[in-house]
């Protein structure tokens, strides 16, 4: 384990002095000591991830670019020029991203090497199963593929082309005709950015594009409102006023002080004995299959505010809210998507004229006209939609680092935020390990004479960052913690699906959803090294199987790069993390759709 740290430590000041060289940082700072030349300058890589040759050889890739933006890419001019709408943002990011990372394949051909294999592999990997209209698609990712095309020349495959096809001819119009004076003005970063933000300020077809989606919207909600009939005005104000505060995304929205923090009552010890409870179930079976823990002593349900200082989880909630802007737009459209599917199912409706009930006063002016008139009752249909609860359970395994986990953090935002608008409660766990390489467990393993098989062989970590009775303004502070790397180390799938389920069954909600959302295999390499190799897969396959036999609770899995069907029968795979938000919510939007369920 020593080597391969000294390996780490040796890579890591390799791509250092790299960066140096290819931006010229060293003739600023040649002593690697010197505080502004110190690591934390350079920390846009992570090492603890590397897996198979195309991690590195995107590792290689993501320190070139960043080398290639110190050097050509000033950061006043890019700030004077830069965009405020989100969307427009994104694609001079886009721009200025393929600018200078074009200069320096100009300069060295190894560089160009290692973008172009990175590119070519991240655009063989990118899938979608629907890609039927524009709506499929975003802007940000086809203009990317649109300027790979025309900068670097890369072949595009049939799905990619797929992808821009929906956006080509606009592309071709608004850019075509300017392509040749952006090549020419590579090297002159005022000109290029002076003359792309020109062009954006020209674009009409965003415009034309989200005006459609507003009268589509507004179709929509007029068709419910006749449908609906009175007591629907009431809602869609509400409504309205819902989606106003969304898209404002507001200095007030992010005030984290605003409300006190409550405390969340929650039963370690309880949750502890039902999920041993259900292991007790699951080793029925077969004695010499048994899965064993070899104590439970270090383990920990810990509330995530309690796992750092105040001050570093709002550090870490202002850095989310940074993010988050980024993704406005797509968040915006997913929001208002599930919102106005689950509004719809619970829009109050009543039955009229009846001989009692409550008095319809709308009725009462014709018994002031016409005093014969008997008066006239209504009552509230029975509503279809059932109480509700989501818990969105999170890999925090150190393999979800990054863009990933980021991802993530941003839909469980969004998803509390909208599921508590429209009376659905949701809770937001995660699961980790307190320690790499066994923590204390393996160390009271050591002492105790090294039993043979000895079974999980790590100290666990569930943390709860949001609990189902907390509001979303108590609780999204915490959020934040996610992005912490220190918190990210491995991950123990199935009991971590077990405290989560022994949670929910506790729950009184007539409908129970539980989502995962994980990269991959369980993996632990303290407990692989002394048990089998799939020791914590079968595991797994157990747990899944046994809840998934229970009625009271619908379980699905999202994999982030990686196929989970053969642990989940519900189960989606994405490639590319920024499928994530439209993937949680079209799956929620699916199911809470889903008659049989509603019923």
């Known amino acids: 384990m020593k080597k391969d740290e000294n390996l780490k430590e040796k890579f890591k000041q390799a791509l250092i002095s790299t960066v140096k060289a290819i931006s010229d940082d060293y003739k600023l700072k040649s002593n690697l000591k010197e505080k502004n030349s110190s690591s934390k300058n350079y920390n846009f890589f992570e090492l603890d991830n590397l897996n198979n040759k195309y991690d590195f050889l995107r590792l290689r890739a993501e320190t070139d670019s960043e080398a290639l933006k110190r050097k050509f890419s000033n950061k006043e001019i890019y700030l004077k020029n830069a965009p405020t709408k989100p969307t427009l943002k994104s694609l001079y990011n886009v721009s200025e991203k393929i600018r200078f990372e074009i200069l320096g394949s100009k300069m060295l051909q190894g560089i160009s090497k290692n973008l172009i294999d990175n590119y070519n592999y991240k655009l063989n990997l990118k899938r979608k199963d ?15 593929i649109y300027m790979l095309k025309n900068f670097f020349n890369i072949k595009i495959n049939d799905l990619n082309q797929k992808i821009l096809s929906f956006w080509d001819d606009d592309f071709r119009n608004s850019f075509g005709k300017h392509i040749n004076y952006l090549k020419k003005n590579l090297e002159n970063q005022e000109l290029y950015s002076s003359k792309f933000v020109e062009i954006l300020n020209d674009l009409d077809f965003l415009e034309k594009d989200e005006e459609d989606k507003n009268e589509n919207n507004e179709k929509e909600n007029d068709q419910n409102n006749q449908q ?17 505060e969304n898209q404002s995304l507001s200095d007030a929205d992010l005030d984290v ?28 079976t077969r004695s010499e299959t048994d899965y064993k823990i070899f104590t439970r002593e270090f383990d920990e349900i810990e ?3 309690n796992l750092e200082t105040i001050e570093e989880i709002l550090k870490l909630r202002k850095n989310l809210d940074q993010q988050l802007i980024h993704f406005k737009d797509l968040i915006i459209k997913l929001a208002n998507k ?17 001989e009692e009930g409550l008095l319809d006063s709308a009725k009462l002016p014709r018994i002031i006209i016409d005093p014969y008139n008997s008066l006239s009752f209504k009552k509230e ?18 393999s979800m680092r990054g863009r990933p986990i980021t991802i993530a953090a941003l839909c469980a935002d969004i998803l509390s935020r909208t599921l508590e608008r429209c009376s659905v409660k949701v809770e937001i766990l995660g699961f980790t390990t307190k320690n790499w390489k066994g923590g204390k467990s393996r160390e009271s393993w050591n002492k105790n004479g090294k039993l043979k098989n000895p079974g999980r062989l790590n100290d666990l970590r569930h943390i709860i960052y949001k609990s189902a009775d907390s509001q979303w303004r108590q609780s999204k502070k915490n959020l934040g913690l996610m992005l912490k790397e220190g918190i990210l180390k491995e991950n123990i799938d199935g009991e971590a699906i077990m405290w989560a389920y022994s949670r929910l069954k506790k729950r009184k909600e007539e409908r129970k959803i539980l989502m995962i959302i994980s990269d991959g295999a369980p993996v632990d390499d303290s407990t692989l090294s002394v048990n089998s190799g799939d020791y914590l897969e079968k595991h797994l396959k157990k747990v899944v199987k046994f809840v998934e036999s229970k009625d009271d609770i619908e379980i699905l899995a999202i994999g982030i790069g990686h196929d989970v069907s053969r642990y989940y029968k519900r189960a989606i795979k994405i490639t590319d993390v920024q499928e994530l938000g439209d993937v949680m919510i079209g799956e929620l939007s699916n199911l809470f759709k889903n008659n049989k369920h509603l019923n």
Do not use: C, P, Y
């Not at 629907?130 to 990317?144: G, M, P, R």
């Open 257 to 284: 002080n605003e409300f006190r923090m409550e405390e969340q009552l929650f039963d370690t010890e309880s949750d502890q004995q039902s999920s041993e409870n259900i292991i007790q179930k699951l080793n029925n």
């Open 381 to 398: 249909k029975d509503q279809e939609f059932k109480d509700t609860i989501v818990s969105l359970l999170i890999d925090n395994s150190g």
């Open 130 to 144: 629907q890609l039927k209209s524009k709506d499929d698609t975003s802007v940000s990712e086809a203009f990317e």
């Open 303 to 305: 509330k995530a505010e």
């Open 338 to 354: 599930l919102q106005r599917q689950l509004m719809a199912k619970q829009n109050r409706s009543w039955d009229f004229d009846l």
């Open 228 to 244: 609906n009939g009175e007591a629907n005005n009431e809602t869609d104000e509400k409504q309205s006023q819902n989606e106003t």
